[in-house]
Each structure stands twice: as C-alpha cells, then as structure tokens.
C-alpha cells in the first residue's frame, strides 16, 4: 500500500532528527521509542535514514510496534528488520541495556507491546534469517492461556527478551492522578509482574502503555524496574 507522499515526506525529514529516540546504551534510564505501526506512516526511507545516524554516531534507536499483521504489516518489521542488518547494525535488547551492554556500534533496540503472542511467535523464523533479537513487553500476562506462555518461552529461548507492559493497560499518568501512585504500582504493575515470575520469567524493563507517565511514575517504577520505556511524544528529554 502506497504511503500518502505529504506524511513519507515529512517523516523522510524528521525520523533522523528526533534526538530523543537515540542513545548510547542506556545511557537515560527512561528511553523512548518511535513507533512503526502503519498508522504512523514511517516510510522506509525515513527508518533507513534512521539507521544510517545510528551507525555513523554509534548509538542506539529505539523502535517498537504492537501487533503484525495487525497494527503493523509483517512487511514493515522485516524491512526494518532488514535495514538495520543491511547497515550492520548491532541488535540489542531492553535486558541487555539494564545491565549496562552498550553495543560498540550503532545499533537498534526494536521491540513489541501488548500481548499479540502468536503473531510475534510468527515472526521468529524471519528473526532468526536476519540473526534479529528483539524485546517483547508483555501486557495481560495472567489473561494468557497455556499455549501463549510457553510461545513466549520459546521466544525467550530464541534469544529474544520478555519484559514487561502492565496488568490492565492503564494510562499511569490519569490512573495515578485519580488512585495514587501506589495505587497504581498496585493494581497496575504488581499482579502482572507477580504472574510472570511465577511462570519463570523475570523483567527489568518496563513500557509505559500509551506511553503515559510523570516524574512520580518514573521514581516508583525505577525501584522495580532498570529501564522504562516512553515514547518519543513523552520523553522527558
Ligand atoms: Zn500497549
């Protein structure tokens, strides 16, 4: 499907200019990402242009998408996919940065939200084509049926990482405001976070749903988590 030419064009100019989507490592301990989904129309050419900043100035970006074949054309990651590999591009993955792995060269830090976990599933062979590891923050976990967990421990033991995207998928921002912060970590955050580590897993990163969070969201949830993850529209920088 052919993008509108006035939104391609626009990305084409600003994709390699939102410094915030750009690290070295985990340098911040809030990143941002920028979001491929179809709806944001990011052309190739633009995440190309992306790429090409990230190897010259040795840095990390920060990309993520939801569901593929869903929210985003299966197309779209593998162009990604295959743009950062074409450009030598290291993969990195959100438990990698947490423990201070800094890649000595560009690199991409692409991961997904929610809990498409079939689809994601779906994508592992095209991963593997491309030597790609990913992240995979997942929402709902306890919602999840047998099936779904052990699709993720496969992802898990591909090489991807499983991290963490919340119980219920509140907005932290609106939900803190009206409940509290503590109310937020406990309704939120603990009991999804408490049903992965039963089945095994173990994040130490965390995606703001939506993207939403303030300072106070920010100091409760770095005493549970090394990295959160924004977006490029709520970065603090
Ligand atoms: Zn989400």
């Given at each position: 499907?052919?993008?509108?030419?006035?939104?391609?064009?626009?990305?084409?100019?600003?994709?390699?200019?939102?410094?915030?989507?750009?690290?070295?490592?985990?340098?911040?301990?809030?990143?941002?990402?920028?979001?491929?989904?179809?709806?944001?129309?990011?052309?190739?050419?633009?995440?190309?242009?992306?790429?090409?900043?990230?190897?010259?100035?040795?840095?990390?970006?920060?990309?993520?998408?939801?569901?593929?074949?869903?929210?985003?054309q299966s197309s779209t990651i593998e162009s990604v996919v295959a743009g950062a590999s074409d450009r030598g591009l290291a993969y990195v993955t959100y438990r990698e940065l947490a423990m201070g792995a800094v890649p000595n060269k560009g690199a991409l830090a692409l991961s997904f939200d929610d809990h498409a976990v079939s689809e994601w599933h779906a994508m592992l062979p095209m991963f593997a084509q491309y030597h790609a590891?990913?992240?995979?923050?997942?929402?709902?976990?306890?919602?999840?049926?047998?099936?779904?967990?052990?699709?993720?421990?496969?992802?898990?033991?591909?090489?991807?990482?499983?991290?963490?995207?919340?119980?219920?998928?509140?907005?932290?921002?609106?939900?803190?405001?009206?409940?509290?912060?503590?109310?937020?970590?406990?309704?939120?955050?603990?009991?999804?976070?408490?049903?992965?580590?039963?089945?095994?897993?173990?994040?130490?990163?965390?995606?703001?749903?939506?993207?939403?969070?303030?300072?106070?969201?920010?100091?409760?949830?770095?005493?549970?988590?090394?990295?959160?993850?924004?977006?490029?529209?709520?970065?603090?920088?």
């Amino acid at each position: 499907m052919a993008l509108p030419a006035t939104i391609a064009l626009a990305c084409n100019r600003t994709l390699p200019e939102f410094d915030d989507i750009y690290s070295i490592g985990a340098e911040h301990r809030v990143l941002c990402g920028y979001s491929v989904d179809d709806k944001n129309s990011v052309s190739i050419d633009a995440l190309n242009a992306g790429f090409e900043r990230a190897r010259a100035q040795r840095e990390t970006v920060h990309l993520y998408a939801h569901k593929p074949s869903g929210t985003v054309q299966s197309s779209t990651i593998e162009s990604v996919v295959a743009g950062a590999s074409d450009r030598g591009l290291a993969y990195v993955t959100y438990r990698e940065l947490a423990m201070g792995a800094v890649p000595n060269k560009g690199a991409l830090a692409l991961s997904f939200d929610d809990h498409a976990v079939s689809e994601w599933h779906a994508m592992l062979p095209m991963f593997a084509q491309y030597h790609a590891r990913v992240t995979f923050f997942v929402s709902a976990f306890q919602f999840g049926t047998p099936q779904d967990r052990a699709m993720l421990h496969e992802l898990a033991a591909a090489g991807h990482d499983i991290e963490y995207h919340s119980t219920n998928h509140f907005n932290a921002e609106q939900y803190s405001a009206a409940n509290g912060v503590e109310g937020y970590v406990a309704n939120d955050i603990e009991p999804g976070l408490a049903a992965m580590r039963a089945d095994g897993f173990d994040p130490v990163a965390f995606a703001y749903p939506f993207g939403a969070r303030t300072e106070m969201t920010d100091a409760a949830l770095l005493t549970k988590f090394t990295l959160l993850r924004a977006i490029h529209y709520t970065c603090p920088r």
